[in-house]
């Protein structure tokens, strides 16, 4: 499935937040990620983020698409060539 995930999170965490998502999905902009996960890859990505940040304060969201082929998406300024990274 395709996934894109988006953070706000207390500045003590911010710097593992990123980390984490980096570990899985290829970053867009400051805390916007995205890529192919499986399944079982996305569940193993939501308990470690749950782990990790503060439930009550911090906030990550979490997109997923059956397939990127039905994502249109609209970049506007710079672009990135990079390669997909599927898990």
Same mark, same amino acid.
């Given at each position: 499935?395709?996934?894109? %995930? %988006?953070? $706000?999170?207390?500045? *003590?965490?911010?710097?593992?937040?990123? %980390?984490?998502?980096?570990?899985?999905?290829?970053? /867009?902009?400051?805390?916007?990620?995205?890529?192919?996960?499986?399944?079982?890859?996305?569940? *193993?990505?939501?308990?470690?983020? *749950?782990?990790?940040?503060?439930?009550?304060?911090? /906030?990550?969201?979490?997109?997923?698409?059956?397939?990127?082929?039905?994502? $249109?998406?609209?970049?506007?300024?710079?672009?990135?060539?990079? /390669?997909?990274?599927?898990?």
């Amino acid at each position: 499935m395709y996934v894109i %995930a %988006a953070y $706000d999170v207390s500045v *003590e965490r911010i710097t593992k937040v990123h %980390a984490l998502l980096g570990q899985y999905l290829h970053r /867009k902009q400051n805390s916007l990620f995205e890529g192919e996960l499986t399944k079982s890859k996305l569940e *193993e990505l939501k308990i470690k983020l *749950e782990n990790m940040i503060d439930l009550g304060t911090d /906030k990550v969201i979490i997109y997923c698409l059956p397939s990127i082929s039905i994502l $249109d998406k609209i970049c506007i300024g710079q672009q990135s060539d990079e /390669k997909m990274m599927i898990m």
